[in-house]
C-alpha cells in the first residue's frame, strides 16, 4: 500500500491538475514575492550595520499593493482585497498563455516543491515578526494613565481590545511564543505542515477577533490563513488517511536532488533568514522592550507633575467658568504622563483618530497609539523649559494648535497654568489627585485585600 502511494506521487497529473497548478503558482507567486519597486527602494534605504525593528518588520510584512496605493501599511484596508482580484484575473490570463505554450509538460513536482518553499518563508517572518512584538508584551502595552481616565465610551472597540491585552502581559507572551514557535517550525520543511496548521487556528482567530473589534489588520491576517491553507492543502490528503482512515501512508517524496553547491545556498539563504529575522529582530524588539516600548514618547517627562490632576479653577480672558460637564471649553482633568505627553480631558467630541493597524515608528519618531482610537481627551508632546518655566505643547492631532504655557508649583502640590490658548488668555489651576487604582493595587483580583 505504502509503495502504491509512493508511485503515486510520481505518476504524471492529469490535464484539470496542472491547469489548476499553474493557475495557484500564478497567483501565489504573485501574493508572496516582492514585485514593487517601492519595496527594493524601502530595502536599499535600510542601514543594515544598524537596522531597526521597523525596517525589518516592514519588510516581514509586505503584501503586495498592484490598486491600493502605496507601502505605508496605514494605507492598507479592506480594498486590500482588490488587489486579490487583480492578481486572480492576472493568474488567468497567465494560466490560459501557459496552458497553450506548455502542451507536453506532464507534471508540475518541483515548481510546486519551490512553490511552498518560498510561501512557507514568507509566511514565517510574517508570524516570526508579529510572536516577538507579543511574547516581549510591546504590541499591546500597559494602559496609560490617560487611559486610565478616559471613560469606557470614548474608547473605540480596537482600542478597547488593545488595552485589554495590555493589562495581562503573561498572556500576550504566551500567544506570541505560540506564534514564534509556529513560525520557526516552517522554517524546516519536515515540521511546516505543523506549524501551517497551528497558524490557520491562531491567525483564524486573530482574523475573527479584527472583524469583532474593528481592527485594521483584517486583510492581512486573511492574506497569512490562506498562505497556511495553501502550505497545509498538499499534506491533507495524507493527514485524512493516516488519522481518520487509518490508511498506512508514505512521506513525501522529494522531488528535487539537491548538489553540494546549492545545499551550500540553501543553508547559507537559511542562514540569514534566521539571523535577520529570529536572532537579530528577536534581539532588537527585546531592547525596544526593555526601553519601555515604542507606543509611548521616549522623552521623559517632568517627575515633579507626574500624575492625575483635577482642574480646581480655569479662567478665559479673566472670566471664571465653574464646573460643568456640559461644558465644551473648560478643561475637566489634565495627566502627566512620565514620559513627555500631556492630555487633557474636555467635554467635547474630537475626531477619533483610529490607526488601527501595527505600525513601528521609525528611527526616534512618535507613535500615533495614545491618541488613536479615542474622543474626549486631547494629547499634547511637550518640551519643559525648566528655567523659565515654560511648556511647549505640541498638539498630537493632525489638525491640532500647539500651545505654550508657563507653570507654577505651588507648596502644596497644586500647579497654575497660564497662557493662551486659541487666541485666549487662560489660567488654569490644577490639584493633584492622588487617585488609586484597581488594576494596579490589586495585582492579585477582587478577592486580595485592598487599603484605599
Same mark, same amino acid.
Given at each position: 500500500?505504502?509503495?502504491?502511494?509512493?508511485?503515486? /506521487?510520481?505518476?504524471?497529473?492529469?490535464?484539470?491538475?496542472?491547469?489548476?497548478?499553474?493557475?495557484?503558482?500564478?497567483?501565489?507567486?504573485?501574493?508572496?514575492?516582492?514585485?514593487?519597486? !517601492?519595496?527594493?527602494?524601502?530595502?536599499?534605504?535600510?542601514?543594515?550595520?544598524?537596522?531597526?525593528?521597523?525596517?525589518?518588520?516592514?519588510?516581514? !510584512?509586505?503584501?503586495?499593493?498592484?490598486?491600493?496605493?502605496? $507601502?505605508?501599511?496605514?494605507?492598507?484596508?479592506?480594498?486590500?482585497?482588490?488587489?486579490?482580484?487583480?492578481?486572480?484575473?492576472?493568474?488567468?490570463?497567465?494560466?490560459?498563455?501557459?496552458?497553450?505554450?506548455?502542451?507536453?509538460?506532464?507534471?508540475?513536482?518541483?515548481?510546486?516543491?519551490?512553490?511552498?518553499?518560498?510561501?512557507?518563508?514568507?509566511?514565517?517572518?510574517?508570524?516570526?515578526? %508579529?510572536?516577538?512584538?507579543?511574547?516581549?508584551?510591546?504590541?499591546?502595552?500597559?494602559?496609560?494613565?490617560?487611559?486610565?481616565?478616559?471613560? $469606557?465610551?470614548?474608547?473605540?472597540?480596537?482600542?478597547?481590545?488593545?488595552?485589554?491585552?495590555?493589562?495581562?502581559?503573561? $498572556? #500576550?507572551?504566551?500567544?506570541?511564543?505560540?506564534?514564534?514557535?509556529?513560525?520557526?517550525?516552517?522554517?524546516?520543511?519536515?515540521?511546516?505542515?505543523?506549524?501551517?496548521?497551528?497558524?490557520?487556528?491562531?491567525?483564524?482567530?486573530?482574523?475573527?477577533?479584527?472583524?469583532?473589534?474593528?481592527?485594521?489588520?483584517?486583510? $492581512?491576517?486573511?492574506?497569512?490563513?490562506?498562505?497556511?491553507?495553501?502550505?497545509?492543502?498538499?499534506?491533507?490528503?495524507?493527514?485524512?488517511?493516516?488519522?481518520?482512515?487509518?490508511?498506512?501512508?508514505?512521506?513525501?517524496?522529494?522531488?528535487?536532488?539537491?548538489?553540494? #553547491?546549492?545545499?551550500?545556498?540553501?543553508?547559507?539563504?537559511?542562514?540569514?533568514?534566521?539571523?535577520?529575522?529570529?536572532?537579530?529582530?528577536?534581539?532588537?524588539?527585546?531592547?525596544?522592550?526593555? !526601553?519601555?516600548?515604542?507606543?509611548?514618547?521616549?522623552?521623559?517627562?517632568?517627575?515633579?507633575?507626574?500624575?492625575?490632576?483635577?482642574?480646581?479653577?480655569? /479662567?478665559?480672558?479673566?472670566?471664571?467658568?465653574?464646573?460643568?460637564?456640559?461644558?465644551?471649553?473648560?478643561?475637566?482633568?489634565?495627566?502627566?504622563?512620565?514620559?513627555?505627553?500631556?492630555?487633557?480631558?474636555?467635554?467635547?467630541?474630537?475626531?477619533?483618530?483610529?490607526?488601527?493597524?501595527?505600525?513601528?515608528?521609525?528611527?526616534?519618531?512618535?507613535?500615533?497609539?495614545?491618541?488613536?482610537?479615542?474622543?474626549?481627551?486631547? %494629547?499634547?508632546?511637550?518640551?519643559?523649559?525648566?528655567?523659565?518655566?515654560?511648556?511647549?505643547?505640541?498638539?498630537?492631532?493632525?489638525?491640532?494648535?500647539?500651545?505654550?504655557?508657563?507653570?507654577?508649583?505651588?507648596?502644596?502640590?497644586?500647579?497654575?497654568?497660564?497662557?493662551?490658548?486659541?487666541?485666549?488668555?487662560?489660567?488654569?489651576?490644577?490639584?493633584?489627585?492622588?487617585?488609586?487604582?484597581?488594576?494596579?493595587?490589586?495585582?492579585?483580583?477582587?478577592?486580595?485585600?485592598?487599603?484605599?
Amino acid at each position: 500500500m505504502e509503495r502504491n502511494q509512493f508511485n503515486q /506521487q510520481l505518476s504524471d497529473w492529469k490535464d484539470y491538475e496542472k491547469i489548476l497548478f499553474r493557475f495557484f503558482f500564478i497567483y501565489f507567486f504573485l501574493q508572496v514575492f516582492p514585485l514593487d519597486w !517601492k519595496y527594493y527602494r524601502h530595502l536599499l534605504s535600510i542601514n543594515w550595520l544598524h537596522p531597526q525593528i521597523s525596517d525589518v518588520f516592514n519588510i516581514a !510584512k509586505y503584501t503586495p499593493q498592484f490598486i491600493s496605493g502605496s $507601502y505605508d501599511a496605514r494605507n492598507w484596508g479592506l480594498a486590500t482585497f482588490a488587489d486579490w482580484g487583480f492578481i486572480a484575473l492576472v493568474a488567468i490570463a497567465g494560466t490560459i498563455v501557459w496552458s497553450l505554450l506548455d502542451k507536453g509538460k506532464t507534471h508540475y513536482k518541483q515548481l510546486y516543491y519551490y512553490l511552498r518553499i518560498l510561501v512557507r518563508y514568507r509566511l514565517a517572518i510574517a508570524v516570526i515578526a %508579529y510572536g516577538f512584538l507579543k511574547l516581549f508584551a510591546v504590541q499591546a502595552p500597559f494602559p496609560s494613565v490617560s487611559n486610565l481616565n478616559t471613560p $469606557y465610551g470614548d474608547l473605540t472597540t480596537w482600542k478597547i481590545f488593545s488595552l485589554s491585552l495590555g493589562i495581562v502581559p503573561g $498572556y #500576550q507572551s504566551f500567544l506570541g511564543a505560540v506564534e514564534l514557535l509556529a513560525g520557526i517550525l516552517l522554517l524546516f520543511r519536515k515540521t511546516s505542515p505543523i506549524g501551517a496548521t497551528i497558524i490557520i487556528f491562531f491567525i483564524g482567530n486573530v482574523f475573527m477577533s479584527n472583524l469583532a473589534y474593528e481592527g485594521g489588520e483584517i486583510v $492581512y491576517s486573511f492574506y497569512l490563513v490562506v498562505l497556511a491553507l495553501f502550505l497545509v492543502a498538499y499534506d491533507l490528503q495524507r493527514i485524512i488517511n493516516l488519522l481518520v482512515l487509518n490508511v498506512p501512508v508514505s512521506p513525501a517524496a522529494l522531488p528535487v536532488s539537491w548538489t553540494k #553547491q546549492q545545499q551550500l545556498i540553501r543553508l547559507i539563504l537559511k542562514s540569514a533568514v534566521i539571523l535577520i529575522f529570529v536572532l537579530g529582530y528577536g534581539f532588537g524588539v527585546h531592547r525596544t522592550a526593555a !526601553k519601555g516600548g515604542y507606543h509611548f514618547s521616549d522623552h521623559k517627562g517632568l517627575e515633579a507633575l507626574n500624575g492625575l490632576y483635577t482642574v480646581t479653577s480655569f /479662567q478665559v480672558n479673566g472670566r471664571l467658568l465653574p464646573y460643568s460637564l456640559t461644558d465644551t471649553v473648560r478643561w475637566q482633568d489634565v495627566v502627566f504622563e512620565k514620559w513627555a505627553t500631556l492630555s487633557i480631558k474636555v467635554n467635547k467630541n474630537y475626531h477619533v483618530v483610529n490607526y488601527n493597524t501595527e505600525d513601528i515608528p521609525a528611527g526616534n519618531g512618535e507613535s500615533s497609539f495614545e491618541q488613536s482610537g479615542t474622543t474626549g481627551r486631547v %494629547y499634547y508632546d511637550y518640551k519643559a523649559d525648566t528655567t523659565g518655566h515654560v511648556l511647549n505643547l505640541v498638539n498630537k492631532s493632525p489638525e491640532g494648535q500647539p500651545l505654550q504655557l508657563t507653570y507654577a508649583i505651588q507648596p502644596d502640590q497644586s500647579v497654575i497654568l497660564s497662557g493662551l490658548a486659541n487666541g485666549d488668555t487662560i489660567r488654569v489651576v490644577l490639584e493633584k489627585n492622588n487617585k488609586k487604582y484597581l488594576l494596579k493595587t490589586t495585582p492579585k483580583g477582587r478577592r486580595s485585600s485592598l487599603k484605599l
